[in-house]
């Protein structure tokens, strides 16, 4: 069975353990996570989505004629921190964009209800997967015959979210990106930028680098009152900026945002705030991914964000 799995949501480290999950359940299965979009397909889609939201509905049209079935968890959040309402109802907008298109195109769409990482539900989550890819594969020949579910350990769910954290480096000599994973993550939302910056001598450490936990505890300083920074990839990318900071004392700091995010335009004043009342911060620079259609106007960007730094220039990359 060749199941589809949008590319974007793949940067989102609980999706990937989710999958390690599913395959650990259901070695057998073909995963397709790269499609050409659909071109003037007209998706229905909101106009205040973020462009990100809507590259992931055209990557799920797109994935149609490749795949026996998609596979789009409902994401709700990560313990006690919410994603992005967007996410979701993405199973939904999906399925409504599949149900405008072509018969011939159609394809099931199986969710499953992701509201933490935690290693069982992670396979709660996986089983409820396997289930339905067995049941779409038909009765007469099971898309999965010899996998028992009940068979994998809650060790084994942890086991699957594992992932080795990279060293950050000569702190000195590497920019800090911040933004939502699927932007950083992304060739096509993040500008190329990670690899410019490596392509001058410059690593690049990021959210994920570091535990959550941590972050989490350095983002809760800015909770206070009323207010509390409720989304999770706001937490990631305030407590990461106060860590960078704070600890790391990287070269630079760039956050990497998509136009229309309602998240960023309200952490935008939260990390001019932070940055403003240190001492001698790090330079500090917002990139709006989706402004730039061409990558020279990146390289402008960052050309001239090194220069201030350190008085590099750099070559045009063709």
């Not at 989505?49 to 992931?56: D, H, Q, T, V």
């Not at 920074?229 to 700091?253: L, N, Q």
């Not at 259609?293 to 220039?313: N, P, Y």
Request: glycine share 8%; net charge neutral; with cysteine.
């Amino acid at each position: 069975m060749k199941v589809g799995l949008l590319p974007e949501l793949t940067h989102i480290k609980w999706v990937r353990a989710l999958k390690r999950c599913v395959d650990a359940l259901a070695p057998g299965l073909c995963w397709i996570e790269t499609a050409a979009p659909p071109r003037n397909a007209g998706l229905l889609v909101s106009g205040d989505a973020c462009y990100p939201f809507k590259k992931m509905v055209a990557s799920a049209v797109g994935l149609l004629g490749e795949v026996d079935v998609l596979f789009i968890p409902r994401l709700v959040g990560s313990g006690d921190h919410l994603m992005c309402p967007n996410f979701r109802g993405l199973p939904d907008i999906v399925r409504l964009n599949i149900a405008r298109g072509s018969r011939r195109a159609a394809k099931p769409v199986v969710t499953v209800l992701l509201e933490d990482g935690e290693p069982q539900t992670l396979m709660s989550a996986a089983r409820e997967a396997v289930g339905e890819f067995a049941r779409l594969g038909g009765a007469a020949e099971p898309a999965f015959p010899d996998v028992d579910p009940s068979g994998v350990s809650i060790a084994g769910a942890r086991k699957c979210g594992e992932r080795t954290r990279p060293t950050v480096g000569n702190a000195r000599k590497s920019i800090a990106l911040i933004g939502h994973p699927y932007v950083l993550e992304d060739a096509a939302l993040n500008g190329f930028i990670p690899q410019i910056l490596r392509q001058n001598g410059y690593g690049v450490t990021t959210p994920a680098d570091f535990p959550f936990a941590l972050l989490d505890r350095l983002a809760a300083r800015r909770d206070y009152f009323a207010k509390k920074i409720y989304w999770r990839s706001a937490r990631e990318i305030v407590g990461a900026f106060i860590h960078f900071i704070e600890s790391v004392h990287p070269a630079g700091i760039i956050q990497i945002v998509p136009f229309n995010c309602g998240i960023d335009a309200l952490l935008r004043i939260e990390l001019m705030d932070i940055h403003r009342r240190e001492s001698n911060p790090p330079p500090f620079m917002a990139v709006v991914c989706d402004e730039h259609t061409q990558r020279d106007h990146i390289v402008t960007r960052i050309e001239a964000f090194l220069d201030m730094i350190h008085g590099i220039k750099i070559d045009q990359i063709p």
